[in-house]
């Protein structure tokens, strides 16, 4: 037993109360946790599986203080919690992951200049802010490229294409002298993720890699085992261990890759401090779920076995598919998971299904 284990009985802080949030606390209660969600959002569809709620904003210093002393360890279910709330949780609570791991993803440029500096290949990438800059970055990345603002981007937001002289004025006018970063367009045959979790002792456990379809930006289907080469499967591990590692990272992460299936080229193309959408396979189609996964990380308990049970499909229930619940509680291999959102906006993640099929 080591001095940072929380043991079986303790209490969970999670700030943020998505979906993420609502799953993480479902699987601490199996181990006979009690989850104090924090989240400044009252309709958080976490709150109804939490022993413990916080309405608060993430700059309430005293609510926070107060929620970091109410449990025995914290952690985070997004990653634009602010580094400043992450720091002052921290000075009275283990927090897993630590304040580094946000600090250097909710940065685009931070992250892309960490990954390759662990020898962890990106695109290629230059920061931007002026016109002026943009010019001199257009001119040593070239064209096609993506323009990505720094700070708070995910599914797709805050990135835009750039193939024209046209597309660049576009980005300027949207950007608007916002930190951003010109990135180079990879040509790639399929999207990747590996799901890893790191413990305080730094033992290391990874999913199967599993493979992403995304449709306006947004994932729509995951399926394991990715059509990829053993070669390219252990690499892929290899550099999500790397990464893991270099952070010194407790928890569960996602490194979502793309993959050059003549060259077998890998290009990491960014970080996840979370468990991660691409990882909802694993509650029915792992021998450990992604989310058992980080409360063991989290709690400095042994990780568990990461084996997939079978061929795995899920999908995302975006918006006004979560309506059409019927067809897939009719189907016997189906696995149907609501988030309890209210609200079935368009784009919005509502649920996921799994299929699981364990024949050979």
């Known amino acids: 037993m080591t001095k940072s284990r929380i043991e079986p009985g303790g209490t969970i802080g999670i700030l943020g109360g998505g979906q993420l949030g609502r799953m993480l606390a479902m699987a601490a209660a199996k181990f006979g946790y009690r989850c104090h969600i924090f989240c400044p959002d009252e309709r958080s569809p976490a709150f ?21 002393r109410s449990v025995d360890v914290a952690t985070y279910e997004f990653e634009n919690i602010p580094a400043e709330t992450a720091k002052l949780v921290a000075s009275e609570t283990y927090l897993r992951p630590g304040v580094r791991a946000l600090e250097v993803t909710q940065d685009r440029l931070h992250e892309k200049d960490f990954l390759n500096k662990s020898g962890v290949h990106t695109a290629p990438y230059k920061a931007f802010q002026t016109a002026e800059e943009f010019e001199a970055a257009f001119a040593v990345i070239g064209r096609p490229a993506v323009a990505k603002t720094r700070r708070f981007g995910y599914d797709g937001k805050g990135q835009y294409m750039v193939k024209s002289r046209r597309d660049a004025e576009a980005v300027l006018a949207v950007t608007k002298g916002a930190p951003a970063i010109l990135e180079g367009f990879v040509k790639f045959d399929r999207e990747i993720s590996v799901i890893v979790a790191r413990s305080p002792s730094g033992d290391v456990a990874a999913f199967p890699v599993s493979e992403n379809i995304h449709t306006n930006h947004i994932l729509d289907t995951t399926t394991i085992p990715a059509d990829i080469s053993d070669t390219i499967e252990a690499k892929a591990k290899v550099l999500a261990t790397r990464a893991a590692n270099a952070l010194e990272y407790v928890g569960v992460m996602a490194v979502e ?62 918006g006004k598919d979560i309506l059409g619940a019927e067809k897939y509680l009719e189907d016997p291999k189906a696995h149907y998971h609501h988030y309890g959102k209210q609200d079935p906006r368009e784009g919005r993640k509502m649920g996921h299904v799994t299929w699981v099929n364990t024949e050979e």
């Open 48 to 68: 109804h599986v939490a022993d413990r709620v916080t309405v608060a904003e993430y700059t309430n210093e005293e609510a926070l203080l107060a929620f970091a």
């Open 257 to 318: 890759m793309f993959v050059n299936d003549g060259s077998g080229d890998i290009v990491v193309n960014e970080i996840a401090p979370r468990v991660h959408n691409s990882g909802h396979w694993t509650i029915e189609g792992a021998a450990t779920s992604q989310f058992e996964q980080h409360i063991r990380a989290i709690c400095d308990l042994p990780l568990g076995e990461t084996n997939a049970l079978g061929k795995i499909v899920m999908k995302n229930l975006l």
